[in-house]
């Protein structure tokens, strides 16, 4: 489902990013960390951890975390829980 501009109006990229990130998230459980470090090779590595880490603090507090950390880790975890994906 397309969202048009005049809907988005207020919401900003980070908020839609982890809001996702959020419904991933619950799919996939309280385990989505190992299961992202099972899926892809990048999540096991202390650089991984890092960007999980760092999405996992932005959830909990908007007002941390990066865009691009976000949108790898809700990419891959949308990718591992089923959800097709949609653009940003």
């Known amino acids: 489902m397309e969202t048009s501009s005049s809907q988005r109006r207020g919401v900003s990229i980070k908020q839609r990013l982890l809001a ?5 998230k ?4 309280p385990g989505w960390k190992d299961a992202l470090a099972k ?4 999540f096991n590595t202390r650089e991984g951890e890092a960007f999980m880490r760092s999405v996992a603090q932005a959830y909990s507090d908007p007002k941390r975390g990066h865009v691009d950390r976000i949108e790898c880790v ?3 975890l949308e990718k591992i829980s089923g959800i097709d994906e949609r653009s940003i």
């Open 20 to 24: 996702r990130f959020g419904k991933a």
């Open 26 to 29: 619950e799919i996939v459980g």
């Open 39 to 42: 899926s892809d090779p990048f």
């Open 74 to 76: 809700m990419l891959a």
